[in-house]
Structures are given as C-alpha cells and as structure tokens.
C-alpha cells in the first residue's frame, strides 16, 4: 500500500515543538561556539602558541598553519570564474598528467530467505590519467563469502563480516596501488609525485572504538599499512568525507572557552558560515584521542582541514602529515579542488569508482540464479523461502 503523506504531515505538524526547541538550542551554541572561534583567531600567535603548550590531555585539533583574523581565520582561494570554460581551463593547469585513484565497494548481505548463509563482496576502481590522449582504467574485484566466513564466530552479525571484508578489499586495492605507482611512473615517464589517491571516508577510524577487540584491530592494522605505504613511497593520500560530523576544531574550542558539550554541533557546521566555493580552514593535526590511541607511529601523523566544494557544509579532507612536511599540502589540495569542479561538487574519481563497484538490483539477481543454478550442480541443498519466489513472480 502506498504511504499515506497526509498522515506524514499530521504527525511532523503535532511533534512540530519538538523540531522548533531542537534549532533554538542548537542556534544558542552556535553562537556560543562562533563567539570562542573568532577569540581564537584573533589571538597573537605567540599567545595561542603559550596556550596549546601549556595543555594537557586531548584538544582535538592542533593547528600546523598560522591562522590570520583579517579572514576569520579561513584561507581564502580567491577563485572564481565567468563560465565552466574557465574553471576547466583551471582544472586543466592542476590535474593534467596528475593520476587519480579511487576504490569504491559494494554487498550483497546474507539473505534470510537462503538455507545457506552466503554473500557477494566488489569493489571497484577508477585510475584516471588526466593526460590528452584520456587514459583511464576501471575494473572490478569480487568475493564471495562461505558459511566459514559468516558463522566462524556467531558473537558478531553477519553484516559485521561483510562489512570488514568490503574495508579490507578496498584498503588493500589502495595499498596495493601506492606501491606499485612508483614504477608505473617511472615505467611511463612520469613524475613519481604526480599521483592522487583518495581513500572514501574518514581516516580516523572513529567506528571502530566501538567495535570489540577481534574487529576493531584488523580495521587499524589495516588503515595504518595504508597509511605507512603512502609516506614510504611519497604517494599523496586523502580521505574525502563529504558529509563530516566530526568535532575536532568543536573540541578545541570548548577546551579555550570552557564552553557546555552539544552532540549537534560539529565542524562543518560552525564553519560553514565563513566560506565561500575553494576556501579552507588552516591544516590541523587531528589529536581526537580515543582510536587514534592505538595508531602506534601514526597517532599524531593525521592532519585535516575544510574545503568547502558545493553548496552544502565543507568537506572534510583528512592527509598523513608528510605532506605537509614535504610541503605538498596546498598542491594536493588544489588537485582535489579540481576534481570537485570535474564532478561538479564531488570528487569525480571517487565518484566514477562509487558507479563502478555498485551492485544494481539485476546483479543481485544474476548472482541468486547463478547461485541457485551452481548449487543445483553440485548437489548442495540450497533452498529459497516461499517468501522469496513469491517477491519474484510479482516483481
């Protein structure tokens, strides 16, 4: 039966006080929160130098760049254009003979509706070359994944496990990239540092704090090979979180005012104000604490910053920190920058990688008859619920 809307808004217009004292105690920590931004930045560099000395424990973000109050302590890109023939003429200047890479995955979850706990793991990539004969590579990789895979440990779900084994081919296929890009470069002539690799999220694990010791260490082990790879062979990494509700500069900030804690404000949304298309905050080390505990050599080597890309709240761009020691920060940036503009407002490579690995509703039903038929084959009593042959006589 279709939804009824007019039930819909019934129930938001009877719970409308609910959304109305949310905004107005969201909208008086904003304020709150803006109020210690601007003292922050306003501050004499040799006094918030004292300050961040002088602490102790987590402050959530140390900054690396001199922040300047004549620009509300944001970095202005001063980037604007007439027409789109313009920025690509722009884009041009930045990513051409620059390699992007992005990896994206893929599942397709254990059903209840087979006798047989199965599911089907892809991830898929795209290696753009930007060079004027328009090079490019996309593939894909896929698992399945057997009874022995999602039952071997009845303590955690089924999803758990196909989630790990997503992460875990998806960060392989990365490090596996940056390790060889060197001798590709060399293979072709190329510039060894003219590589960008982009990892889809976060590199903060913050998830996995909650995850129990048995999942939670394979997910750090495995960020942190990354992460090792891309400072020993110098290849540019970053991790692109579109959609950011972390509170590291939120964290700092209640630290300096000794301001109240409020799960509704987040970075991107105290900043968001201050930016115009191509701004950034000043690079930060991330000192969130927490799972960055267990990054061993790495706990203090993630820097971030904002970059507002679209319309909506800035992006989050997460970088090991030899790049900024290798002074390759503002370059790498502009790269992303670029292919923003080539996606219009998400990054094209990402974007391409998301289209290739995703499973549509007609693989998933390629993979059920080639399951179906395989078992069939080889003897094994794979039956479907009633239920089941039921959804796909009437679909």
């Not at 306003?42 to 918030?48: G, I, P, V």
């Not at 994206?104 to 070359?129: A, M, T, Y």
């Not at 900024?324 to 920058?337: G, M, P, S």
């Amino acid at each position: 039966m279709t939804i009824k809307s007019s039930q819909i808004q019934a129930v938001l217009s009877s719970k409308r006080a609910d959304f109305a004292s949310f905004n107005e105690s969201t909208s008086s920590y904003l304020d709150q929160y803006r109020q210690a931004w601007d003292e922050w930045v306003r501050l004499k560099r040799r006094d918030r130098a004292q300050w961040l000395q002088a602490q102790d424990g987590v402050l959530g973000a140390k900054p690396l760049e001199p922040i300047s109050a004549q620009e509300s302590g944001i970095l202005r890109s001063h980037l604007a254009w007439e027409n789109r023939e313009q920025s690509l003429a722009w884009v041009e200047t930045h990513l051409t003979g620059v390699t992007t890479f992005a990896v994206d995955g893929s599942q397709v979850f254990p059903q209840k509706d087979f006798s047989i706990p199965i599911g089907l793991v892809q991830i898929g990539w795209f290696e753009n070359h930007h060079s004027l004969a328009g090079t490019y590579e996309k593939d894909i990789l896929l698992d399945v994944m057997t009874p022995k895979d999602l039952v071997a440990d009845r303590s955690q779900p089924m999803d758990r496990w196909m989630n790990m084994r997503r992460f875990s081919m998806e960060v392989q296929r990365l490090t596996d990239y940056i390790k060889t890009a060197k001798d590709r470069a060399l293979q072709q002539d190329r510039d060894p540092e003219k590589c960008l690799v982009f990892f889809d999220g976060s590199l903060v694990l913050s998830f996995a704090a909650m995850l129990d010791d048995n999942i939670r260490g394979p997910y750090v082990e495995q960020v942190l090979t990354l992460l090792a790879a891309s400072e020993k062979h110098q290849v540019p990494l970053v991790g692109y979180v579109d959609t950011a509700e972390s509170n590291d500069v939120v964290t700092l900030l209640r630290t300096f005012r000794d301001l109240d804690k409020s799960r509704a404000i987040h970075d991107a949304k105290l900043l968001n104000p201050l930016m115009r298309w191509g701004d950034r905050t000043p690079i930060m080390t991330c000192d969130r604490g927490g799972i960055l505990s267990e990054y061993r050599e790495m706990c203090d080597r993630l820097t971030f910053t904002y970059l507002k890309t679209n319309t909506s709240y800035p992006a989050r761009l997460d970088m090991p920190k030899w790049i900024w020691e290798a002074d390759l920060a503002e370059t790498v940036i502009n790269q992303v920058r670029a292919e923003v503009i080539v996606g219009n407002g998400y990054p094209y490579a990402i974007e391409t990688a998301d289209q290739t690995a995703v499973l549509q509703s007609r693989d998933r039903q390629i993979f059920y008859r080639i399951l179906q038929d395989w078992a069939e084959r080889e003897n094994l009593p794979l039956r479907l619920s009633q239920k089941m042959m039921s959804k796909a006589r009437r679909r």
